[in-house]
């Protein structure tokens, strides 16, 4: 079992930055792919980001491209989402996940395929 733990999360206003943690602990693999997804109340879970283990390769969701970075300390077993120019649009709960193995660029993307969950922290971007 991996355990993913998120922070970082806050109140901010339009145009701030944040960055969010997810440590994880357990049966961890750094060949794992990580990713960070987002659900706004009344509204399903969608994808932020992904890393690939090595953190060669990343993906984001078009909404999010070119203001927020996700990177990996695998020394550290932490997966970060640095998120800039925030907007209103993006307040939710965002999540930390992982994956028990490596995923293709096809499914990296889709919750289904991710294995382990965190539980959250909020973020609440005023205008």
């Known amino acids: 079992q991996v355990q993913l733990v998120e922070s970082g999360g806050g109140l901010v206003q339009a145009g701030d930055s944040l960055r969010l943690s997810c440590a994880a602990s357990?049966?961890?693999?750094?060949?794992?792919?990580m990713g960070w997804f987002r659900q706004a109340p009344g509204k399903e879970r969608e994808f932020v980001a992904a890393?690939?283990?090595?953190?060669?390769?990343?993906y984001y969701a078009d909404s999010v491209r070119g203001r927020f970075t996700i990177s990996r300390d695998n020394a550290k077993n932490t997966v970060y989402l640095q998120m800039n120019g925030l907007k209103p649009e993006d307040t939710a709960n965002y999540y930390c996940a992982a994956a028990n193995r490596p995923l293709s660029d096809y499914i990296i993307k889709r919750p289904e395929y991710m294995s382990y969950w965190g539980k959250g922290t909020l973020v609440t971007v005023s205008s």
């Open positions: 890393i690939t283990g090595s953190g060669g390769n990343t």
């Open positions: 357990g049966r961890t693999s750094s060949s794992s792919a």
